[in-house]
């Protein structure tokens, strides 16, 4: 189970920070958390994983260099930091795990709103 928090309301060039706490897996080391957002009439897209197993870490054009994407191994839960927000970052946003040697997310939570204001 994934379960995100954190969303909210906030002006543009504003802050949040976005948690997703995971329960139910037997280890973080066999899986990839991502982070996916879908704004109204647009796809969904995929904006960073992070590894279970390392650090290693992933980002999207759309975000790079404003969002930072952590975990917390002994709490299970990743974060995702988002800085300097824009108007266009206004999405439902989702944590997702994937297993190792899958190309697809198989668990998702049930999305956290985001709305930034200009």
């Known amino acids: 189970q994934l379960v995100e928090s954190g969303g909210g309301q906030v002006q543009s060039g504003g802050s949040l920070r976005l948690s997703c706490v995971a329960s139910?897996?037997?280890?973080?080391?066999?899986?990839?958390i991502g982070w996916f957002r879908q704004a109204p009439g647009k796809e969904r897209e995929g904006i960073s994983w992070v590894s279970g197993s390392d650090d290693s870490t992933h980002y999207a054009d759309s975000v790079k260099g404003r969002f930072t994407i952590s975990k917390d191994n002994a709490k299970n839960t990743v974060f995702l930091q988002m800085d300097t927000l824009k108007p266009s970052d206004t999405a439902v946003y989702y944590c997702?795990?994937?297993?190792?040697?899958?190309?697809?997310?198989?668990?998702w939570g049930r999305g956290t709103q985001v709305t930034v204001s200009s």
């Open positions: 139910g897996f037997s280890s973080w080391d066999y899986y990839a």
């Open positions: 997702a795990a994937r297993r190792f040697g899958r190309s697809s997310y198989d668990w």
